[in-house]
């Protein structure tokens, strides 16, 4: 069985740091990109953070500088750092994995795994 679970998410202020995890089990080892996505009512699913076999990651630019996407490969986990929160991170924040290499990094549809997400809310 493949399961991603995630944990951390939390209600903060502005400006403050929080660093979401993903438990990952029976992902296959083929797995290209491993990432976040975030959702709010209203809107599309969003790519804020993946990482790749190689190690080579991708941010949304609304992210760059503040968050920071990492892989324990003997904890079989992943993490998100978030730092200098604001309102517009205000989201509910998936894990996800996919096994294709060709294709936006950013697009939902190509994804084959999903947690269940994890609340975050920023407040002014």
């Known amino acids: 069985q493949v399961r991603l679970v995630e944990s951390g998410g939390d209600s903060i202020q502005s400006g403050g740091s929080l660093r979401l995890s993903c438990a990952l089990s029976?992902?296959?080892?083929?797995?290209?990109?491993m990432g976040w996505f975030r959702q709010t009512p209203g809107k599309t699913r969003e790519g804020v953070a993946v990482i790749d076999s190689d190690g080579y990651t991708n941010y949304a630019d609304s992210v760059k500088g503040r968050f920071t996407i990492s892989q324990d490969n003997a904890k079989n986990t992943l993490y998100l750092q978030m730092n200098s929160l604001r309102p517009e991170d205000t989201a509910l924040y998936y894990c996800?994995?996919?096994?294709?290499?060709?294709?936006?990094?950013?697009?939902?549809?190509?994804?084959?795994?999903w947690g269940q997400g994890t609340q975050v809310t920023v407040s002014s």
């Open positions: 029976g992902v296959p080892h083929s797995t290209y990109y």
């Open positions: 996800a994995a996919r096994r294709l290499r060709i294709g936006s990094w950013s697009d939902f549809n190509l994804y084959n795994y």
